[in-house]
């Protein structure tokens, strides 16, 4: 499942590659993503506008359209947009199809079909359903330990449930929040309610770093992204407790442990991460 910093990869991309461009058409090959595509909605609103600003928020792609319209895009469980200059035939998973007016082609194609494809004006982006329950955004430059301190509340619930709740921060999945605790030395199962705001501020910069980490790693398969072709490396960045059950730790030598928690495969250093 693509996952923030994938996303963000892709936001990157985006960026580089359709900033300027003008959609001539659109083509819904398949109406029946994760919520049915509105094809005459798109068709009537997509065509002949410029696209002028790629942004993300949470796992979602904000394609910003001149004339004050947004394109919505999220990926789902295994969502891929793909950018062509001499577009290829089309794969029975290409969904939907924006054609651009210098002849190029931007295909959202998926094929368990979790994603979606939507577009709503400006002005209605922040009361949107998709928007209106998420949590802060991890890489927002405004987020302080502080803040996530307070967000949190009284909240008793594990800190690793916490990190994983898009409620509450939005774009931590398994494998980060996982490494993140590790770095951070705080057991997964940690009450929220008693971690300090030092020990916010110190998980925060973990979690930072460990999605800027695959974000670089990300950037690296652009070319992939573009030419479609060859699988993105995203997860090739080395997990220091991730998967490594019964191994030792790489810091202190005491065998790494699994718990489950809210389902999700929980790995921890019961020594460096002493509850
Ligand atoms: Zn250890």
Redesign the pocket.
Known sequence: MPELPEVETVKNGLRQNIVGKTIARVDVRDARLRWPVDTPKLQALLPGRAITVVDRKAKYLIVQLEGDFTLIMHLGMSGRILLYSDAPELHKHDHVVFGFSDGSEMRFRDPRRFGMVDICAVDELPQHKLFAQLGVEPLSPDLTGEVLKKHAGAARKPIKNLLMDAHFIVGVGNIYANEAL?QASIHPLTAADQLVERDWQHLLEKVQAVLRQAIEMGGTTLNDFVNSSGDPGYFQQELGVYDREGEP??????T?ERIVLVGRSTYF?????AL
């Open positions: 590790y730790c790489l810091r202190c030598g005491a790494i250093c019961p020594k460096c991460q």
